[in-house]
C-alpha cells in the first residue's frame, strides 16, 4: 500500500497567506514526520507528531494528526517567499520498523512576493 | 554541530562503472540510513544501519547494491556496474542512539549524492 500521499501536488500563493497542505495514509503509524525540500536540495526536518498526539506547533507551523482518519495537515501561516519549497510528510510504522519512513510525492509549494 | 554530510554532491558514472557514495552522520549518531529519490517521487527507503550491522536492507536492490557502516569512517553505499535506471538523488540520514535497541524517531537528512548514469 502507498503512504503518505500529499494534497495537493501544488500550491501557489502569495506572501502573507496562509498554506495548508494535507497527507493521508494507510496503515497503522508510530509517527508522522514532515520534511521541507528546495530544489535540487536535502530534506529539512520541520516537525515530528506522534500517533497519540492530535496537534502540534512549532513557530509559524501547525500541525495536526487525525488517526480516525489516516490524516495530517500541514498548516503555515504568514507565508514568506522563502517557504517556497516541496513538502513531504513521512510515516514511521507502528510495528517494529518504524525507522523506515514511507514519504509521498510532495507538495511544491511557491509563495510569491 | 555539522549535519549528515554527503560526498560527493554531485556523480557521473558510465554504465557499467562502481559508484561510491559516502555519508557521515551527525556527531553522537550511530543510525544511518540511505533513501533513494527518483525524479519527481518522494524517497524510498533503501537500507538501515548501525555500526557494523545491516539491520534492515529490505529496501535495496539485491543485485549490485551493498552498504556498510564499519566502525570508524563514513557508511558507504556501494552501486556495482551501474545503469542509466540508477539515476537517481540518493539521500542518507542519521538518528541518534539512546540505547541498545532504541533511537530517536527524528532521522536528519544530508544534502544528498545526485548520481547521473550516462
Known amino acids: 500500500s502507498q503512504q503518505g500521499e500529499e494534497d495537493p501536488q501544488a500550491l501557489s500563493i502569495q506572501e502573507g497567506e496562509n498554506a495548508t497542505m494535507n497527507c493521508s495514509y494507510k496503515?497503522?503509524?508510530?509517527?508522522l514526520q514532515w520534511y521541507r525540500q528546495n530544489s535540487g536540495r536535502g530534506l529539512v526536518h520541520l516537525i515530528l507528531?506522534?500517533?497519540?498526539?492530535r496537534e502540534k506547533h512549532s513557530g509559524r507551523l501547525r500541525v495536526t494528526l487525525d488517526t480516525s482518519k489516516k490524516s495530517s495537515s500541514l498548516l503555515i501561516t504568514a507565508s514568506r517567499a522563502a517557504d517556497t519549497a516541496s513538502y513531504f510528510c513521512?510515516?514511521?510504522?507502528?510495528?517494529?520498523?518504524?525507522?523506515?519512513?514511507?514519504f509521498g510525492k510532495g507538495t511544491l509549494l511557491t509563495v510569491n512576493p | 554541530n555539522a549535519g549528515v554530510m554527503q560526498n560527493p554532491r554531485h556523480l557521473v558514472r558510465r554504465r557499467g562503472q562502481e559508484a561510491r557514495l559516502r555519508c557521515s552522520p551527525m556527531?553522537?549518531?550511530?543510525?544511518v540510513y540511505w533513501y533513494r529519490q527518483l525524479p519527481e517521487e518522494g524517497l524510498k527507503f533503501m537500507v538501515y544501519?548501525?555500526?557494523?550491522?545491516?539491520?534492515?536492507e529490505s529496501g535495496m536492490p539485491k543485485e549490485r547494491f551493498s552498504a556498510e557502516f564499519p566502525k570508524e569512517g563514513p557508511s558507504i553505499l556501494r552501486i556495482q556496474q551501474v545503469v542509466r535506471g540508477d539515476s537517481a538523488a540518493y539521500f542518507c540520514?542519521?538518528?541518534?542512539?539512546?540505547?541498545?535497541?532504541?533511537?530517536?524517531?527524528?532521522?536528519?537528512f544530508g544534502p544528498g549524492t545526485r548520481l547521473t548514469v550516462l
Open positions: 496503515t497503522s503509524i508510530n509517527n
Open positions: 544501519l548501525q555500526k557494523e550491522n545491516i539491520i534492515d
Open positions: 513521512a510515516t514511521g510504522d507502528s510495528g517494529g520498523s518504524n525507522y523506515k519512513l514511507t
Open positions: 507528531i506522534r500517533s497519540n498526539e
Open positions: 556527531k553522537g549518531h550511530s543510525h
Open positions: 540520514a542519521s538518528s541518534l542512539d539512546l540505547g541498545p535497541i532504541s533511537h530517536t524517531d527524528t532521522q536528519y
